[in-house]
């Protein structure tokens, strides 16, 4: 094989044995690095791990791999396991990190680490996760860390070197080997320089019809363009149904091909999969976190059979999933980030604009951008895209579970650890005392609570240390036998409640189970006193509150009730509803996995595992079908 410039030095590193960290532009071709570390360890019956930020990214990446390495590749995400014995397992970072603080004995027989998207170390929900997995990263592992382009790359990699003591190379890619060229939708005419954009006119609204039209008659499909919003996909999706961009020849394809899937993945009678049989046979669809998973792997097939032409997605479509296409529309350049809307970050930009452009297809890919000059100002769209990517910053904020694992091994030496993290390498001096004083408050809370005892982790202690992020609100319903109590339903509506986060303004069901009330209010209570707690310690963010919202949907699923049929007891969306379904079982195995967890609950658990994982909730099973 014949590779890039970039590409044979980080091969040429690693074949010298050295760590190595690639930034470079999305689709420059970074996996054919990792592809060539898990061939050559193949061979050398080394283990190599693979993690991925996502499952959607996960799942792929052990579909692609299978097909080129068949048995020697496995899955491990929490809600899959296939394979767990291979050679090469996958893996979310999550379940790594857990792996390295709860058992590190089963690291030994892996000799790499390939963190795929590592500048998600800077991602303000689960940045830590990897930040940890890089700090207790074992001694004997090499690790390629694949990065979208990232200005601080020499100060990661001095981070990791001065920690590990060891030399960590770095590779830098900063061309295309598809060129992007920008196209601008403003006041309803499309311009090919910014400078062509009118800042005043007539102030005419951009039309979806005119932009299309100009890509179809520029040969700009196919195309995939991004929305920041579910229902705006679907209602973008919907204003195309003038267009018709197959052939007959493509229509019967396309059609035959859907209605294959369709029964593969048995969605025949799926409403959503039936809203979109217009849309395919016209070679349009949408795509997004609220439809099915298998849904969501139709369309993606579709896709890569290049019949379909235009796609409406939201950006986890740009997040390493390989579907490229010859142009990219921007809907807008402002989203939502946490906690308020503002405009796009650069990096963010360019990891989905990286979509456009197929290697080995196209010359150059085409990125047309929505412009609304009450809504943007031009100077932020030009910084934007000429803009320098964002550094990649530290978002360290140690769990609870986290300081159990540490101090059951360190004692209070744990508080020498923070020195090791990027947040105290990249941080001022009162920057690093907080982030000391937080961890320091966590610990205090701990022993105050008794989860610590004469410098002993307490039975609450070792249970809390399994459950990542839900610790104290589950170690506290252990701690008062409440999960022993609890039957096959009680645990599933624990479950579903702890990892729920509801859309803003959605509202619990006034009708709750008289079992629901009753959990409903033992939980708030001690979720009272958790707050509590962490007030009086000045702790922050607060712990998550459990919600409520899908407990009769769980119910009604854990009394074998069809799944079109529980989709009336919520107004959460279908992929939601499955993805918080899978989020409980892997809950359940965590419970289940704690080794002071009684037989009596482990057995309740592993039934309302196995009534819970069935049909479409059932993550392996839409593995296999696939």
């Known amino acids: 094989m014949i590779y890039d410039r970039f590409q044979q030095e980080a091969i040429d590193y690693i074949n010298q044995g050295f760590s190595v960290i690639v930034s470079a532009p999305t689709g420059a071709g970074k996996t054919a690095i990792a592809e060539h570390i898990i061939s050559t360890s193949i061979e050398k019956n080394i283990g190599v791990i693979y993690t991925a930020p996502i499952k959607a990214l996960s799942n792929q990446k052990y579909r692609d791999f299978q097909k080129q390495f068949q048995d020697n590749i496995g899955i491990l995400t929490g809600d899959v396991s296939l394979n767990a014995q291979a050679p090469v397992l996958i893996m979310t970072t999550e379940i790594f990190r857990n792996k390295i603080l709860d058992e590190p004995q089963s690291l030994n027989q892996y000799s790499w680490v390939i963190f795929d998207e590592i500048h998600y170390i800077d991602n303000p929900q689960r940045g830590t996760v990897w930040e940890e997995s890089l700090i207790f990263l074992p001694k004997h592992m090499n690790l390629l860390g694949l990065s979208a382009t990232i200005p601080n790359i020499k100060q990661f990699a001095q981070w990791i070197e001065s920690i590990h003591n060891k030399p960590v190379k770095i590779v830098i890619e900063e061309k295309r080997p598809v060129p992007l060229h920008f196209l601008y939708q403003s006041q309803n005419e499309v311009v090919d320089n910014i400078n062509k954009v009118k800042r005043f006119g007539p102030g005419r609204s951009n039309k979806l019809y005119t932009l299309v039209d100009y890509l179809r008659q520029a040969e700009g499909l196919p195309c995939i363009y991004f929305v920041f919003g579910r229902r705006r996909a679907e209602d973008l999706a919907f204003e195309m149904h003038g267009f018709n961009f197959l052939n007959g020849k493509e229509k019967t394809q396309i059609t035959a091909y859907y209605e294959e899937l369709l029964e593969r993945f048995d969605l025949k009678t799926d409403r959503t999969a039936l809203d979109l049989y217009p849309l395919i046979q016209r070679g349009v669809a949408y795509h997004h976190a609220g439809m099915l998973p298998t849904l969501k792997e139709v369309i993606e097939r579709l896709f890569t059979s290049r019949l379909l032409k235009v796609i409406f997605t939201t950006e986890t479509f740009a997040l390493g999933i390989n579907m490229p296409s010859r142009s990219v529309i921007f809907d807008e350049l402002r989203k939502f980030y946490g906690r308020y809307v503002r405009t796009l970050k650069t990096r963010d930009f360019y990891q989905m604009a990286g979509r456009a452009g197929r290697r080995g297809i196209d010359t150059e890919g085409f990125v047309y951008c929505r412009l609304n000059l009450q809504r943007i100002r031009l100077e932020e769209v030009k910084r934007i895209i000429f803009g320098k990517p964002e550094e990649v910053k530290s978002q360290l904020n140690t769990s609870y579970a ?81 999960l022993e109590q609890l039957d096959e339903f009680g645990l599933g509506i624990i479950a579903v409640a ?127 079908e696939g």
């Open 498 to 624: 702890t990892v729920f986060e509801p859309r803003k303004n959605q509202r619990i069901p006034s009708s709750l189970s008289k079992s629901s009330r009753h959990i409903k209010r033992l939980c708030e209570e001690i979720y009272d006193k958790i707050k509590h707690k962490e007030e009086k310690f000045r702790i922050y963010p607060f712990s998550k509150l459990p919600y409520f919202h899908l407990s009769s949907g769980i119910e009604a699923w854990l009394r074998g009730t069809a799944f079109d049929k529980t989709l009336k007891f919520t107004d959460t969306d279908e992929g939601e509803v499955v993805r918080y379904f899978r989020m409980s079982v892997q809950i359940l195995r965590e419970i289940n996995d704690a080794k002071i967890s009684s037989y009596i609950l482990k057995d309740k658990i592993k039934e309302t595992i196995r009534v819970i994982n069935r049909d479409v909730v059932d993550a392996e099973k839409q593995l296999r």
């Open 402 to 482: 986290t300081i159990l694992n540490l101090y059951e091994k360190y004692k209070d030496d744990l508080f020498k650890i923070y020195p090791l993290s990027l947040h105290y390498f990249q941080s001022r001096k009162n920057e690093q005392k907080e982030a000391l004083r937080l961890i320091e408050a966590k610990l205090r809370l701990l022993k105050d609570w008794g989860y610590i005892d004469n410098e002993t982790l307490t039975q609450k202690g070792y249970f809390a240390k399994n459950v990542y992020g839900y610790e104290l609100i589950l170690a506290e319903l252990y701690d008062q036998q409440i």
